[in-house]
């Protein structure tokens, strides 16, 4: 790292002679940590920071689906009006059974996980970074943008001003931010275009994706029930490639995975629940994914798990107006035909 900052600074003296300033002037000393972070070796002591990056999808997926098959048990009176679905519509309209669906996710979260294994890099331990060195590097960016779009002079008055703190925000916010939305975005772009084409095309609809298609009414624990290979390319290869593709340390890449995944079993525990935050931030929700699961919306709503703009934007997302809509017309027509 040290070696990459001397030739980034002797790149700058020649180059960019105008701009030559102390880089430790821009990092805050000492180094002030945000509230989130972790300067142990482990964020949860005696679980390496690996271990619970492979822990934490799965603990996130039981552990919601449990509070949502709770609420199917009929307990409380409370959830009833907010059901997408009758209780006895799972029974009679469902093809797979509760059986048949635990044992295919347990294969691939099973599948998932040992993905993980050999795929994530825990050699640099998120505890032992050099914080100090890498806002040093960032500083140099920042301060040549600040002088490159307000000159040397307002520049350096800027920098002075207010280039710790802006260091400091983009190093522990602004960066990390960025790179969760980009990987989501990274998500929601590989599973729209794969989850398409698995429906246009009859030999991967009928061989592979029909299987997940087998719950005609969702509910929570049958989130990841899929093909294998279908999980394997949508959820496990396309998370892989979000954290890759963003350079996601092993902390960032937990969380990622872990909200996406209880993304998923939100999107699929068939209750518009008004308070439920995965549902109230994102339009991509149970009541939208659960249009796609009926036959009026199967070749629609192809957009999963965060955000609906691939379906705006290519013309395949119909709403539930547009379902009654529907269904009046043909309401209309058969009385007229008696």
């Known amino acids: 790292m040290n070696a990459l900052i001397d030739k980034y600074n002797t790149f700058n003296t020649t180059f960019f002679p105008s701009i030559l300033f102390d880089s430790d002037a821009l990092v805050p000393s000492p180094v002030q940590y945000p509230l989130y972070h972790v300067s142990r070796e ?84 998120d505890a032992f970074r050099n914080h100090t ?35 400091s925000w983009l190093y522990w916010w602004g960066i990390p931010i960025f790179q969760f939305l980009l990987a989501i975005f990274i998500i929601d772009t590989w599973q729209y275009f794969l989850h398409r084409a698995f429906h246009m095309n009859k030999t991967l609809y009928k061989h592979i994706h029909s299987v997940h298609h087998r719950l005609y009414v969702p509910y929570a624990f049958g989130a990841l029930y899929n093909h294998p290979l279908e999980g394997f390319l949508f959820d496990t290869l396309g998370a892989a490639l979000a954290q890759a593709v963003t350079f996601m340390s092993i902390r960032q890449a937990c969380l990622l995975f872990a909200v996406s995944t209880l993304k998923t ?64 017309k043909t309401k209309e027509k058969l009385e007229k035909m008696q």
């Open 265 to 328: 079993v939100d999107d699929h525990c068939g209750y518009a629940l008004p308070w439920d935050p995965l549902q109230a931030l994102f339009g991509n929700n149970a009541d939208y994914h659960d249009i796609h699961h009926q036959a009026i919306g199967i070749k629609s709503n192809f957009s999963q798990p965060y955000f609906i703009h691939w379906d705006v934007l290519l013309k395949t997302r119909m709403t539930r107006s547009e379902i009654d809509a529907r269904r009046q």
């Open 133 to 167: 060195g890498e806002m040093r590097t960032l500083s140099n960016w920042v301060a040549r943008i600040v002088v490159a779009l307000f000159g040397d002079a307002t520049g350096i008055k800027i920098l002075a001003a207010q280039g710790q703190h802006t260091v």
């Open 42 to 125: 482990s964020v949860i002591p005696g679980i390496d920071d690996k271990t619970l990056s492979l822990l934490s999808p799965l603990v996130s997926y039981w552990a919601l689906s449990l509070f949502f098959h709770v609420l199917d048990m009929d307990i409380f009176q409370w959830p009833a009006k907010y059901r997408l679905h009758e209780s006895e519509e799972v029974k009679t309209k469902n093809l797979a059974s509760r059986n048949s669906v635990i044992l295919a996710v347990l294969l691939q979260q099973a599948i998932q996980t040992l993905m993980g294994i050999f795929w994530l890099d825990d050699s640099e331990s």
